[in-house]
């Protein structure tokens, strides 16, 4: 986890990794989606190196951050992640089975969140990741539960449309087919 010391007015990149993964495991996969192997390192670690890349803060929601809670969904995630980071300025909201995102993305959505309070990234018409939303959704994203994700706050302040030639940024490894899919993606970006 990077400490917000210095940048903590700025946007920071949540990376939601508390999630159980079942669809995957459903898919015949017997590892867990975010440790599972894509090119010879786990799919989060193709996430943290994109974040990491892009200079932005951030911080990765674990289970353990969201334990506590009976049955947690994205929206408990989100809310914890925005809860520890309270003196942000916006979040990107990524989740960590997106291990093809460009560091290029993160930064255009963060720019873009300078003008719009909620900003979703689409890719041939397909709503992407991250998300962003700048500190004005700050409230409502900390009082999110369940499994909606942050959709009801997308719905009640509206977003802006950014369109984006990172096929990343839909690319989720939900299943062993969107695992291969991604390798095949990586092979060539070369």
């Known amino acids: 986890m990077q400490h917000l010391s210095d940048q903590a007015a700025s946007v920071v990149v949540l990376i939601l990794a508390a999630g159980?993964?079942?669809r995957f495991k459903a898919s015949g996969a017997q590892v867990d989606k975010l440790d599972a192997p894509?090119?010879?390192q786990r799919v989060r670690d193709h996430?943290?190196?994109s974040v990491q890349a892009s200079g932005l803060p951030w911080h990765i929601v674990e289970r353990e951050h969201t334990q506590h809670l009976a049955q947690p969904g994205m929206g408990d995630s989100i809310?914890?992640?925005v809860a520890a980071t309270a003196d942000a300025q916006g979040w990107l909201i990524?989740?960590?089975d997106l291990p093809l995102v460009l560091p290029a993305t993160l930064l255009v959505v963060?720019?873009?969140l300078k003008q719009h309070p909620v900003v979703v990234p689409f890719y041939q018409d397909k709503k992407g990741h991250p998300v962003g939303f700048d500190a004005s959704c700050g409230a409502a994203l900390r009082a999110l539960q369940g499994d909606e994700g942050a959709r009801s706050v997308v719905?009640?302040?509206g977003a802006w449309r950014l369109e984006l030639s990172d096929p990343g940024c839909v690319l989720d490894?939900?299943?062993l087919d969107a695992l291969g899919q991604a390798e095949v993606l990586l092979k060539r970006r070369g």
Request: proline share 4%; hydrophobic share 45%.
């Open 79 to 81: 809310a914890c992640g």
């Open 173 to 175: 490894v939900d299943t």
């Open 155 to 157: 719905a009640q302040r």
């Open 110 to 112: 963060a720019q873009a």
């Open 20 to 22: 159980r993964g079942e």
């Open 94 to 96: 990524l989740p960590a």
């Open 38 to 40: 894509l090119a010879g």
């Open 47 to 49: 996430v943290l190196r």
